[in-house]
């Protein structure tokens, strides 16, 4: 164990962990931050999207070493006080989740696409997000929220 | 109709406790017992669970359906109303539901109804939420409980403004009569009073609705796209430990030794517990458990299945006379004779594999096993069923455990079966404090359950008029025997396999099914067989079609006369779609193919480009109808019905489970590859309402049509007929080399 200082959503934390502990987990179970979910831990599904520097990354895979000094960005992050940003914004006009499960990190995907690319075409929205897999298969729903909120 | 109940009276001891200190108006009921008869291979069979590695012997029998009045309606010293079942949200959209049937027949506003669900100290005994019926089966009871509150709170405003009922409207909880005005609130406060639902409480007319039928948004929207809605997995109790499974290298394989000394020397590790097949170890924090159950010495004799994803047609058949053929064997005249004096009459056999549920929040749970009681937080379909099993586990009555049901993050029939409840339980009660227990991903894929594989055999041929002479279904299907039992457990492979459940005027009709044995646990994958059985139907009348000389929607209407709910929903979903069949040259093309499950109708217009050369196939555009009778909410619907599809494609087109040995080979998200974003197609649904009728299921009607309309919009495109799914580049071509 040791202690190791992260930068989450604007805040510094530190946390006494081992070398095992991944980033991930830190954030649930150490930070209490649930938002960020657990499918594969093996970075194949998406579910745990964080951004690491404004880029999407996933949490399950990243060691606390790999983040040093590293801003990141999780589901709680994203919002301006009581408002919304915009991509929860389209999400949530356009009905997007069933489960919801995997909307954290769907969404975190769809906000760095959108900050790289204001006005993403059909294309450019199937290559940002077609590592990020929803069971319930919402994937309309999210593609029109995308195109919605390019608009905001 | 719902037999009328008395409640004992240590239900309305039990009741008024779980309906809260508060004052307030009670009105309980009893869930009807056809309800749960309705599936009876619903029942978690603890036979899956053995073949898991759990220790333990003995047969399990859910709990009966509650006949007794102790489900609530209550209506709260603020006027607020709060409804208390078993079922479960997860994403289907009854919750919204739920509010709305209440709020319609109570008159209040929408957001006044609040629903909880799956807390097993609350609800009665209900149903778990499968097979689309929480709606459909609970919902019409639901609304008559809150008529019989209606007609109350109308009696006591009556009473307390020297009234006439007759001369009272009721608009947002506020009762308004020539005298004044009363509140819902003001007729609850003080009170603690406790009514049973009466028979002749009558719920609204449906050409009054205000509230039904309108395209509320869902009301969890805000939780699931800001990270706070809450899942089994993100449940937390003081003083809990993780706890991690020693699993088998494959499955039926029996655990010979274990050694926990290396691991039990690791930091965090807390504690371990050998019980049969069943190891497992326990630490502090999660990266503890994990790198410490890598350090457990165990050794296993493997059972060595020969089966295979490639042999398991063959041995099914085989060993089908293991069981007997299911149950569901429907005969109309002689189809065998008339069938052999006909020349062109044919067999088509059609293949399925296995599929996983592989739910992205894999199967977790928190166990609390103390000397006063035990409680359990899991996300499941079924909190009572739950209950039973670590009831029976434990040899705990079951009224001294309490399943704490939470929302799962995706379930599609996995959710039902209690598994990571019962290891975290076993686990709890050895060390004496809580744990949580969250399966991993290659655990997920290899421990679950799977949808069972299937071949079915049709023997059709048409007569001279170009219709039907004769139809002889005969469907193998994977099912699981647990060890000593000659009746498989259920995976309802049987849905839909009955042409006159969608066609209901083929006269000549022969269908039975026979279950052979699987190395898998077949269990519930959304609406399982009805999906192999569409697919199977639907295209070889499209076979037939041509035969014919017609066209798939002329044939189909042909047999549709009896049928005129389905034959509208196909013609809506044509209508839509801008069916152009035989385009052919441009390698795209249309399939259409039709499904009845749940109470509602269903059509479904699949529009594909494949590439002649590769084999490659591109999902264009699904359009669909559904006919739910009373649509209670269409927007809703819309989305089910869409993520049905979605889902269903992925079937179609990507998944199958592969394994030999009993192990998987492909148990992983990369391997199994379900389809993402840029598979999915455009997609359009029409909803078909009609508020006289009773509402049909919506959650599962639109996952059946899929493989059927894009196996048949692959030959319209192309020329060759697929005969085994998923649809893969491979054996696109060999279907093209056939054709």
Same mark, same amino acid.
Request: aromatic share 6%.
């Given at each position: 164990m040791a202690e190791t200082t992260i930068k989450v959503n604007g805040q510094e934390h530190t946390v006494d962990v081992g070398d095992d502990a991944t980033l991930l987990w830190v954030l649930r179970d150490d930070l209490k931050m649930k938002g960020t979910k657990f499918g594969c831990g093996m970075a194949e599904c998406g579910a745990c999207t964080v951004l690491i520097d404004g880029e999407p990354g996933r949490a399950?895979?990243?060691?606390l070493s790999a983040i040093a000094g590293k801003d990141i960005t999780t589901i709680e992050g994203i919002s301006d006080g009581d408002t919304l940003h915009p991509v929860q914004q389209a999400w949530i006009e356009q009905q997007?989740?069933?489960?919801?499960?995997?909307q954290s990190g769907q969404i975190l995907t769809a906000v760095a696409l959108l900050n790289e690319t204001p006005n993403p075409t059909d294309d450019e929205i199937d290559e940002a997000m077609s590592n990020n897999i929803c069971r319930c298969g919402t994937y309309t729903r999210i593609r029109a929220a995308i195109k919605s909120a390019a608009q905001k | 109709m719902i037999d009328q109940i008395t409640a004992s009276s240590m239900s309305r001891r039990r009741l008024l406790k779980a309906a809260g200190a508060g004052a307030g108006l009670v009105v309980v009921f009893g869930v009807p017992v056809q309800a749960r008869q309705a599936t009876p291979e619903a029942t978690p069979d603890i036979g899956v669970v053995n073949a898991r590695g759990i220790n333990y012997n003995g047969s399990i029998v859910a709990p009966p359906f509650s006949s007794e009045a102790d489900a609530f309606i209550k209506i709260n010293e603020d006027g607020t109303v709060t409804l208390a079942t078993g079922k479960i949200e997860f994403g289907q959209g009854i919750r919204t539901g739920f509010m709305q049937l209440i709020a319609e027949e109570l008159d209040v506003?929408?957001?006044?109804v609040e629903v909880s669900m799956a807390q097993t100290d609350v609800a009665a005994p209900e149903m778990g939420s499968f097979g689309s019926m929480s709606t459909r089966v609970s919902g019409p009871v639901f609304q008559k409980a809150a008529a019989t509150m209606r007609a109350w709170l109308l009696e006591l405003a009556a009473e307390a403004l020297g009234d006439d009922v007759a001369d009272l409207t009721v608009a947002s909880g506020i009762v308004t009569g020539p005298s004044g005005t009363k509140t819902y609130a003001e007729l609850a406060g003080g009170q603690q009073s406790m009514r049973e639902i009466s028979e002749d409480a009558t719920p609204k007319n449906p050409s009054t609705y205000t509230i039904i039928g309108k395209s509320i948004p869902r009301v969890d929207m805000t939780a699931k796209s800001t990270g706070q809605q809450v899942y089994g997995i993100d449940i937390e109790v003081e003083g809990m430990v993780y706890g991690k499974v020693v699993r088998?290298? /494959?499955?039926?394989a029996t655990l010979d030794d274990v050694d926990f000394t290396e691991a039990l020397a690791m930091p965090g590790i807390v504690g371990s517990i050998r019980d049969g097949n069943f190891a497992a170890i326990a630490g502090e924090r999660k990266d503890q458990v994990e790198a410490a159950i890598k350090a457990v010495k165990a050794s296993w004799t493997e059972s060595g299945s020969a089966i295979t994803s490639e042999n398991i047609y063959d041995r099914i058949k085989e060993t089908a006379d293991a069981g007997k053929p299911l149950d569901q064997e429907d005969t109309a005249g002689d189809p065998d004779t008339v069938l052999a004096g006909i020349e062109s009459a044919a067999t088509y056999t059609y293949r399925v594999p296995f599929l996983s549920h592989s739910p992205i929040e894999p199967k977790s749970a928190v166990a609390d096993v103390r000397e006063d009681g035990v409680d359990i937080w899991v996300s499941t379909q079924d909190a009572f069923s739950s209950r039973a099993m670590v009831a029976k586990l434990l040899g705990r009555d079951e009224n001294e455990v309490i399943v704490h049901g939470q929302h799962p993050g995706?379930?599609?029939? /996995?959710?039902?079966?209690?598994q990571a409840e019962l290891e975290a339980a076993m686990i709890s009660q050895e060390l004496g404090r809580p744990v949580k227990l969250i399966w991993d991903r290659i655990e997920e894929f290899q421990f679950g359950q799977f949808r069972p594989a299937m071949q079915v055999e049709i023997t059709a041929g048409l007569d001279e008029e170009g219709a039907i002479a004769g139809w002889k279904y005969d469907a193998y299907a994977a099912a699981y025997y647990p060890e000593g039992s000659k009746v498989p457990t259920g995976s309802a492979s049987d849905w839909s396999a009955n042409i006159h459940e969608i066609y209901p005027d083929v006269a000549e009709s022969k269908t039975i099914l026979y279950q052979g044995v699987s190395p898998l646990p077949p269990y519930f994958w959304r609406v399982n067989g009805a999906t192999t059985n569409t697919f199977a139907r639907e295209s070889t009348l499209d076979i037939l079609a041509e035969q014919a000389g017609v066209d798939p929607v002329s044939f189909r209407d042909a047999m549709l006369a009896n049928a005129p709910r389905l034959a509208a929903t196909m013609h809506a979903a044509v209508d839509a779609s801008g069916w152009k069949p035989g385009v052919g040259s441009t390698g795209e093309g249309y399939g259409i193919a039709l499904g009845s499950d749940a109470g509602s109708f269903i059509a479904q217009v699949a529009r594909v480009q494949v590439d002649p050369d590769s084999g490659e196939l591109k999902i264009l555009s699904v359009d669909a109808a559904i006919d739910p009778g009373l649509a209670l909410n269409p927007e809703a619907i819309t989305h089910q019905i869409e993520g049905a599809i979605v889902q269903s494609l992925s079937a179609a087109i990507r998944e199958e489970i592969t394994f030999e040995n009993g192990k998987l080979t492909n148990g992983t998200f990369s391997q199994y590859a379900p389809i993402v974003m840029r598979d999915a197609p455009a997609i359009s649904v029409t909803v078909l309402s009609d508020p006289s009728l009773p509402m049909g299921g919506v959650?599962?009607?639109?996952?059946?049509p899929v493989l059927g309309a894009v196996a048949n919009a692959i030959y319209d495109a192309v020329g060759a007929r697929v005969f085994q799914a998923p649809f893969t580049a491979e054996r696109i071509l060999e279907a093209l080399g056939n054709a």
């Amino acid at each position: 164990m040791a202690e190791t200082t992260i930068k989450v959503n604007g805040q510094e934390h530190t946390v006494d962990v081992g070398d095992d502990a991944t980033l991930l987990w830190v954030l649930r179970d150490d930070l209490k931050m649930k938002g960020t979910k657990f499918g594969c831990g093996m970075a194949e599904c998406g579910a745990c999207t964080v951004l690491i520097d404004g880029e999407p990354g996933r949490a399950c895979i990243t060691p606390l070493s790999a983040i040093a000094g590293k801003d990141i960005t999780t589901i709680e992050g994203i919002s301006d006080g009581d408002t919304l940003h915009p991509v929860q914004q389209a999400w949530i006009e356009q009905q997007t989740p069933q489960c919801g499960y995997c909307q954290s990190g769907q969404i975190l995907t769809a906000v760095a696409l959108l900050n790289e690319t204001p006005n993403p075409t059909d294309d450019e929205i199937d290559e940002a997000m077609s590592n990020n897999i929803c069971r319930c298969g919402t994937y309309t729903r999210i593609r029109a929220a995308i195109k919605s909120a390019a608009q905001k | 109709m719902i037999d009328q109940i008395t409640a004992s009276s240590m239900s309305r001891r039990r009741l008024l406790k779980a309906a809260g200190a508060g004052a307030g108006l009670v009105v309980v009921f009893g869930v009807p017992v056809q309800a749960r008869q309705a599936t009876p291979e619903a029942t978690p069979d603890i036979g899956v669970v053995n073949a898991r590695g759990i220790n333990y012997n003995g047969s399990i029998v859910a709990p009966p359906f509650s006949s007794e009045a102790d489900a609530f309606i209550k209506i709260n010293e603020d006027g607020t109303v709060t409804l208390a079942t078993g079922k479960i949200e997860f994403g289907q959209g009854i919750r919204t539901g739920f509010m709305q049937l209440i709020a319609e027949e109570l008159d209040v506003d929408f957001d006044q109804v609040e629903v909880s669900m799956a807390q097993t100290d609350v609800a009665a005994p209900e149903m778990g939420s499968f097979g689309s019926m929480s709606t459909r089966v609970s919902g019409p009871v639901f609304q008559k409980a809150a008529a019989t509150m209606r007609a109350w709170l109308l009696e006591l405003a009556a009473e307390a403004l020297g009234d006439d009922v007759a001369d009272l409207t009721v608009a947002s909880g506020i009762v308004t009569g020539p005298s004044g005005t009363k509140t819902y609130a003001e007729l609850a406060g003080g009170q603690q009073s406790m009514r049973e639902i009466s028979e002749d409480a009558t719920p609204k007319n449906p050409s009054t609705y205000t509230i039904i039928g309108k395209s509320i948004p869902r009301v969890d929207m805000t939780a699931k796209s800001t990270g706070q809605q809450v899942y089994g997995i993100d449940i937390e109790v003081e003083g809990m430990v993780y706890g991690k499974v020693v699993r088998p290298p /494959s499955l039926d394989a029996t655990l010979d030794d274990v050694d926990f000394t290396e691991a039990l020397a690791m930091p965090g590790i807390v504690g371990s517990i050998r019980d049969g097949n069943f190891a497992a170890i326990a630490g502090e924090r999660k990266d503890q458990v994990e790198a410490a159950i890598k350090a457990v010495k165990a050794s296993w004799t493997e059972s060595g299945s020969a089966i295979t994803s490639e042999n398991i047609y063959d041995r099914i058949k085989e060993t089908a006379d293991a069981g007997k053929p299911l149950d569901q064997e429907d005969t109309a005249g002689d189809p065998d004779t008339v069938l052999a004096g006909i020349e062109s009459a044919a067999t088509y056999t059609y293949r399925v594999p296995f599929l996983s549920h592989s739910p992205i929040e894999p199967k977790s749970a928190v166990a609390d096993v103390r000397e006063d009681g035990v409680d359990i937080w899991v996300s499941t379909q079924d909190a009572f069923s739950s209950r039973a099993m670590v009831a029976k586990l434990l040899g705990r009555d079951e009224n001294e455990v309490i399943v704490h049901g939470q929302h799962p993050g995706g379930a599609f029939g /996995s959710k039902i079966v209690p598994q990571a409840e019962l290891e975290a339980a076993m686990i709890s009660q050895e060390l004496g404090r809580p744990v949580k227990l969250i399966w991993d991903r290659i655990e997920e894929f290899q421990f679950g359950q799977f949808r069972p594989a299937m071949q079915v055999e049709i023997t059709a041929g048409l007569d001279e008029e170009g219709a039907i002479a004769g139809w002889k279904y005969d469907a193998y299907a994977a099912a699981y025997y647990p060890e000593g039992s000659k009746v498989p457990t259920g995976s309802a492979s049987d849905w839909s396999a009955n042409i006159h459940e969608i066609y209901p005027d083929v006269a000549e009709s022969k269908t039975i099914l026979y279950q052979g044995v699987s190395p898998l646990p077949p269990y519930f994958w959304r609406v399982n067989g009805a999906t192999t059985n569409t697919f199977a139907r639907e295209s070889t009348l499209d076979i037939l079609a041509e035969q014919a000389g017609v066209d798939p929607v002329s044939f189909r209407d042909a047999m549709l006369a009896n049928a005129p709910r389905l034959a509208a929903t196909m013609h809506a979903a044509v209508d839509a779609s801008g069916w152009k069949p035989g385009v052919g040259s441009t390698g795209e093309g249309y399939g259409i193919a039709l499904g009845s499950d749940a109470g509602s109708f269903i059509a479904q217009v699949a529009r594909v480009q494949v590439d002649p050369d590769s084999g490659e196939l591109k999902i264009l555009s699904v359009d669909a109808a559904i006919d739910p009778g009373l649509a209670l909410n269409p927007e809703a619907i819309t989305h089910q019905i869409e993520g049905a599809i979605v889902q269903s494609l992925s079937a179609a087109i990507r998944e199958e489970i592969t394994f030999e040995n009993g192990k998987l080979t492909n148990g992983t998200f990369s391997q199994y590859a379900p389809i993402v974003m840029r598979d999915a197609p455009a997609i359009s649904v029409t909803v078909l309402s009609d508020p006289s009728l009773p509402m049909g299921g919506v959650g599962e009607p639109g996952v059946a049509p899929v493989l059927g309309a894009v196996a048949n919009a692959i030959y319209d495109a192309v020329g060759a007929r697929v005969f085994q799914a998923p649809f893969t580049a491979e054996r696109i071509l060999e279907a093209l080399g056939n054709a």
